[in-house]
């Protein structure tokens, strides 16, 4: 096993039904297109991808086949939590060859070894609402999966932020129960990070010790600071973020822009 982790986070790609023209002005399959084309060409290429929730807008299994129908072409693998516009029993039913998914049970959270960085993905979705949870059994199965490799250093992700972001507007929206994570990470020093999405928005910030971050979704990377509603925010070039775990030196998180704002960031 290297000492080096390198991983790409996408988030909120929201793809709609083959041919639908979705809630928002933008072309989200145009922009998910791009989004793995942008992946493709980073040397060294990643180990692996995470998507951290909102796959897709209704949560239906054909909204999931256009997903991964689109994903196809991405070199290296890929591994989802649910967001909030994402129904479990369709993704499930829709990933039933990713082995990592749990096949039962309440939730849809994991545990991704065979690498430097141990990666925890956790189901914080709440059905029906936009905001997130993550209850007392959430937080026992963490504790447990931290408890039982407490030198592995581990990189925490999920669709809700447990953080706030400072605008009112998204504030209503972020993960209920953060306090209880905090205690966690807290008591678990071996989370060096933990990454989100949701917010549709590049956010970093220093969260009990550790480095916690929001990326913005490929379509719609909205301007930090503004209080606005999503379809009138202001916008920033499109991207997505990188993730460099290295033994000597830590987490490095970086962004990596798609299309003419410049070519995809440097890893190493």
């Given at each position: 096993m290297t000492r080096l982790t390198i991983?790409?986070?996408?988030?909120?790609l929201h793809i709609g039904l083959p041919g639908a023209s979705g809630r928002g002005r933008r072309d989200r399959v145009a922009a998910l297109r791009r989004c793995v084309a942008?992946?493709?060409?980073?040397?060294?290429?990643?180990?692996?991808?995470?998507?951290?929730?909102?796959?897709?807008?209704?949560?239906?299994?054909?909204?999931?086949?256009?997903?991964?129908?689109?994903?196809?072409?991405?070199?290296?693998?890929?591994?989802?939590?649910?967001?909030?516009?994402?129904d479990r029993d369709a993704l499930r039913a829709a990933f039933a060859d990713h082995a990592y998914l749990p096949r039962d049970g309440a939730f849809l959270h994991y545990v991704i070894e065979g690498h430097p960085l141990r990666l925890i993905g956790l189901?914080?979705?709440?059905?029906?609402?936009?905001?997130?949870?993550l209850c007392g059994e959430r937080l026992a199965w963490l504790d447990a999966q931290l408890h039982g490799a407490p030198e592995r250093p581990t990189l925490l992700f999920l669709h809700h932020p447990p953080f706030l972001d400072g605008i009112q507007f998204w504030d209503v929206l972020n993960c209920r129960n953060a306090d209880g994570l905090a205690a966690i990470v807290q008591r678990h020093?071996?989370?060096?990070?933990?990454?989100?999405?949701?917010?549709h928005q590049s956010i970093r910030r220093l969260w009990n010790g550790v480095m916690a971050s929001s990326v913005p979704a490929p379509a719609q990377a909205l301007?930090?600071?503004?209080?606005?509603?999503e379809s009138r925010a202001p916008l920033y070039p499109p991207f997505f973020?990188?993730?460099?775990?290295?033994?000597?030196t830590g987490l490095t998180s970086r962004p990596a822009f798609i299309d003419g704002f410049g070519a995809p960031a440097p890893t190493v």
């Open positions: 991983l790409a986070q996408i988030s909120d942008a992946i493709n060409t980073l040397r060294p290429r990643p180990d692996l991808v995470l998507v951290t929730g909102d796959l897709v807008d209704d949560g239906v299994v054909d909204e999931y086949a256009h997903f991964r129908a689109l994903m196809a072409p991405l070199d290296a693998p890929y591994y989802v939590i649910p967001g909030n516009h994402d189901d914080s979705i709440i059905p029906g609402r936009a905001r997130g949870e020093r071996q989370v060096v990070g933990l990454i989100a999405g949701h917010l301007a930090l600071a503004t209080r606005q509603p973020h990188m993730h460099e775990w290295d033994a000597p």
